[in-house]
């Protein structure tokens, strides 16, 4: 499922449109450029934004940690959910 909606980032900024999308991780993960640490926040590594590749072998090794996860701590029958979101100006959108 993917939803779009405008957000302001505060009084003096441009509007932004959100999509946010969810879904199976294999399908959402592909997509992926970036992802949160555990806290939410864009991992960084000597002040650069890290560049996750979720169609590459990053992905792949992400996906096997989820379903490890899963399986070890989830009850029987669970399905991990992944939401991804990004945003763009309404010029791009």
């Known amino acids: 499922m993917t939803v779009a909606y405008r957000i302001k980032e505060n009084a003096e900024s441009e509007a ?3 999509v946010i ?4 991780p294999e399908e959402v ?7 949160l640490d555990d806290l939410g926040f864009e991992n960084e590594h000597e002040g650069e934004k890290y560049t996750f ?5 990053e ?5 096997e940690d ?5 399986a070890s701590e989830g009850e029987c029958g669970e399905k ?10 309404i010029v791009e959108f």
Do not use: Q
């Not at 993960?29 to 992802?35: G, R, S, T």
């Not at 992905?59 to 996906?63: C, K, S, V």
């Not at 989820?66 to 899963?70: A, G, H, K, R």
């Open 16 to 18: 932004v449109v959100r």
């Open 21 to 24: 999308m969810k879904g199976a």
């Open 29 to 35: 993960l592909k997509y992926c450029v970036h992802k």
């Open 53 to 57: 590749d979720g169609a590459g072998e």
């Open 59 to 63: 992905g792949l090794n992400y996906l």
């Open 66 to 70: 989820v379903v490890e996860v899963i």
């Open 80 to 89: 991990p959910i992944t939401i991804a979101y990004r945003d763009y100006s």
